[in-house]
């Protein structure tokens, strides 16, 4: 709060406000009349004016309307253009126009036209604005000089100075020599996933390490593997999944003449996860199946059913 006395009356008041001057309303309408007042005759009518507005002029909006009108209709001033040189009318509040139209007014404000050599082709070609640095003509002469302007690099073999194009600013060596004879980081041995060999992968490797030693290797990992998680083809597809485990064919009776059956050993949880899935299925024919959904065969005979059958195509595959 601020402690202030009232400029009209005297008294002290507290307010909120830094710039308050009175200490009520009746004080400041008692203050506004005792402000100095201006008499003068209006510009429209003549009639005398007593206003505390030192700029008014009119009267009334009646009286300002009329003059208003009265402006419109006194003659325009005539000037010359200072480009053309014609004559033209402006209006009494653009005493300052210079120019009788906006295409005038361009061509008398543009600045000299002034020729530079571009130098990407060596044309000439016309500057507009002289203050400005432009070096070539078009864009295209701009991109292929910048394309062929050299690149200062040093060479991590025999550490001397040289100069590449901006396509090449990645190069590392000098010359083939010097990338040769540069002892690059020698790749750590590792062992095969597959056969447990040990072997040195080359020096650039993809997107995935090395694993294996050979495509031989892979490719018997993934044939060995192609039932097991881990596979990511059959990952996606439990369905194929048990297909290949199970070589598609019944493991009680054989029968494989056409599409068998996936049975559930254990009824299936919810929100289990495909692996805990597979571990509790088997392949099974049309006729087994019905036999083993009225409980015609216990769980156990049918663990007992799938370990043997994997077995079986295990040995299968490795002969």
């Known amino acids: ?29 008692l203050a506004s009349r ?14 005398e004016l007593d206003t505390v507005d030192p700029h008014r002029r009119f009267c009334s909006c009646s009286c300002a ?19 053309c040189g014609k004559e033209f009318t402006t209006d009494r509040h653009h005493l300052g126009q210079r120019f009788c139209s906006r295409g005038c007014g361009a061509a008398g404000r543009r600045h000299t036209d002034v020729t530079s050599v571009c130098e ?20 295209q002469c701009a991109g292929a000089r910048l394309r062929k302007l ?25 010359s083939q020599r010097c990338g040769a004879a540069h002892p690059s980081k020698p790749m750590s041995p590792r062992e095969c996933k597959q056969c447990g060999k040990t072997f040195v992968p080359p020096r650039k490797e993809w997107k995935r390490p090395q694993v294996f030693c050979s495509r031989a290797c892979s490719g018997k990992f993934a044939s060995d593997n192609a039932h097991g998680h881990g596979n990511g083809r059959l990952e996606k597809h439990p369905r194929r999944r048990t297909f290949a485990l199970f070589a598609n064919q019944c ?12 049975h559930h050993i254990v009824p299936i949880p ?12 088997i392949l099974l024919c049309p006729n087994c199946h019905r036999l083993a959904t ?7 005979y049918l663990f007992a059913k799938r370990a043997a059958a994997i077995t079986a195509s295990r040995e299968a595959k490795a002969s």
């Not at 309307?65 to 480009?83: F, T, V, Y």
């Not at 919810?270 to 299925?281: A, F, M, N, P, T």
């Open 1 to 29: 709060m601020h402690n202030k006395s009232c400029d009209h009356c005297g008294d002290s008041f507290e307010t909120d406000r830094p710039t308050q001057r009175f200490c009520s309303a009746l004080c400041g309408h």
């Open 34 to 47: 005792t402000l100095p007042r201006f008499s003068r005759a209006c510009e429209a009518c003549g009639k």
């Open 65 to 83: 309307n009329s003059a208003a009108a009265h402006h419109r209709l006194l003659p325009r001033p005539s000037k010359h253009c200072q480009q």
């Open 120 to 139: 990407g082709c060596g044309k000439e070609f016309l500057l507009k604005r002289p203050s400005t640095k432009r070096r070539f003509c078009s864009h």
């Open 150 to 174: 050299p690149v200062p690099r040093i060479c991590e073999g025999c550490r001397q100075g040289f100069t590449v194009p901006r396509s090449s600013s990645k190069q590392r060596f000098c």
């Open 251 to 262: 493991v009680i009776c054989g029968w494989h003449e056409a599409t068998c059956d996936i």
């Open 270 to 281: 919810k929100g289990s996860k495909c692996v805990d899935i597979l571990e509790k299925v």
């Open 294 to 300: 009225v409980g015609k065969f216990t769980p156990e």
